[in-house]
């Protein structure tokens, strides 16, 4: 039996797009969305099995645009998502709470808040029944760090969202989890970092190294997989034992 759509938001790159290729190794279909890097979504989507992967454009602090997504998704490859991923998001220039600048703190909830609250929400009415909705926030927010309090912050509320969502959506058997890494090697990650800076990531964990985005596509593959049948409601922490 072949397995329903998935839907990938923010999958043109780093993390999104290894999730978009680990799901359709697995034999997922997969709609996934960018925001302006056109090009690089559909390379990514010529670059698996014919007609197994399509781009969308989607803003994702606008409901009606996460709509449309679900929408042309489920008539192009015929069937409802049985899987939604909430990977969009942004990061802005670490800085101290006395020194953060508001209008950053605002683009930052505005993407990861608002766009994540577009994604679920949406992902809870158009879900298939025994279907699965994973979100990507992040393990700093169990682990502070200086600088990088606002940006914690709205991955903390996502994480509050997907644990609220778990409880409404178990009479329909669709699981929903969320997925927070340490530092990975992304576009995200290495924004305002010098090589000073990424060093310090990777000395947090054990390993001395900072993780890969195909280390966290394959946690996100598992969960949405019959084999993590009795995981539900969790943060899972792929973090190379940032504890």
Not at 106 to 123: D, K, M, P, T
Not at 136 to 163: C, I, Q
Not at 181 to 202: C, M
Request: glycine share 10%.
């Amino acid at each position: 039996m072949s397995k329903p759509l998935a839907i990938v938001f923010g999958g043109s790159r780093g993390i999104g797009a290894a999730c978009v290729r680990a799901l359709t190794d697995d034999g997922f279909s997969a709609a996934f969305t960018y925001v302006s890097s056109a090009d690089a979504a559909h390379a990514l989507a010529a670059s698996l099995a014919p007609n197994v992967a399509r781009a969308y454009q989607a803003d994702v602090g606008d409901p009606e645009s996460i709509a449309k997504v679900f929408k042309a998704a489920s008539e192009d490859f015929g069937s409802g998502p049985g899987l939604v991923v909430a990977n969009a998001g942004i990061n802005t220039l670490p800085g101290p709470m006395a020194q953060f600048p508001a209008t950053d703190f605002r683009r930052l909830v505005e993407i990861n808040i608002v766009g994540a609250f577009n994604i679920l929400s949406e992902a809870a009415r158009q879900v298939i029944d025994g279907g699965s909705i994973i979100a990507l926030t992040t393990s700093l927010v169990r682990h502070a760090a200086p600088g990088l309090g606002p940006y914690s912050a709205t991955k903390a509320a996502v994480e509050s969202m997907v644990r609220s969502m778990a409880k409404e959506l178990a009479g329909r058997r669709i699981r929903v989890n969320a997925v927070a890494p340490g530092p990975v090697d992304t576009d995200l990650f290495r924004f305002g970092k010098n090589d000073e800076a990424k060093a310090r990531s990777a000395a947090m964990s054990p390993f001395n190294r900072i993780g890969t985005p195909d280390e966290i596509a394959a946690v996100v593959r598992f969960l949405a997989s019959n084999q993590s049948s009795w995981i539900h409601g969790q943060i899972i922490q792929p973090n190379g034992g940032l504890v």
